[in-house]
């Protein structure tokens, strides 16, 4: 069976990856977004976590041809590719985060669903759950530093938002890897082509995942979720819902739930009250923001303001690490850090802080208006 798909063109399945393909657990991923609620801003931006696994168990079969790994091999890390998403729930993130707090990871959720499809996988389930997780030296392959889904996200995403950032060399990167002392590690051939991947990274993650209407519109989300939580849904239950069934639950439920989706599919979307960035904080104390309770800070907000509890939406800091370029790369005999070849991974770094900030949303302006003392307040 051959699928043709807009990055990667025909894409074939074996008899046994069709029955995969069409499990209802896999079929699921069509009516799951790919970015969640970036179409509020990008209208392009509606592909799904279907077409990405697709593209994902595509780029590992060819990590698996350049690694030489052999057939058994290539076919557990294709099912892993193919498998990898299915424990996300729905819009993607936003239900990610809540259950996250939760001590719920999509990845264990995932490969419970490995466990369901044990009857229609041929492989050894125990590893590809491994793989799945990166536990296994092939799994960096489809969960490492640079992996098929890392390449096929930013390449899908950039396509379908209508992003122009340069061209991602999958094949160079893919072509230019190996295996050694148990890690995926890139020849030094491939130095220009992973820079070019880190910057596409870096562009999409400043213009698209940390668009600020999106993050508006995917805390207002997170915020709805956790109200439909309050009034007694479980959370494994949200996390088995699509994209539609979610929206038909939002829609139904009591309460702040119903009224924040409904402003969001109206695009009638919280402001942003107060903004700090380095400008207003240090590094230091946007690192201590990272760890607090958005919860906690919301509640001292309202407090102060007497808002309602729907009205204030904290956003914290998202600091970069520099464990975000930990690629190895292999030159002359011997393995290096990405930075002794390249002064690219400390120029990404610092160009990563410059859209760091914690935030505070809220359905008008007014609500908050004092900067000063909420720096004062909360700069850790």
Known sequence: MDIKDPIHGYIKLTGSEKKLLDSPQVQRLRRIRQLGLSSQVYPGATHTRFQHSLGVMYLASQFADSLNLGKSKKKEIRTAGLLHDTGHGPFSHASENVAEKRDIDHEDISCNVVDQLSEKITSDTERIKKIIKGELEIGQTVAGDIDADRIDYLMRDAHNSGLNHGQIEADTIINFSEIDSRRLV????S????????TARLHNTKSLYKHHTSQIAEKM????????LNQGLEIMDLMRMNDYKAHNKLLSS???AKELYSRIMDRNLHKRGVTLDQEDLSRQELEILEKENEKQIEKEIIDK??????EVIVKKPDTPSKADTDVKIK???SVRDFSEVSPMPEALHEASWRDVNIAVYCSKRQDIRHRRRFKTDYNG
């Open 254 to 256: 009591e309460g702040s």
């Open 305 to 310: 303001t007497q808002v309602d509890e729907a």
């Open 221 to 228: 989300l997170e915020k709805a979720f956790e109200s439909m």
């Open 191 to 198: 130095t220009q082509a992973l820079e070019s991947l880190f």
């Open 331 to 333: 030159k002359d005999g």
């Open 186 to 189: 890139h020849r030094f051939k």
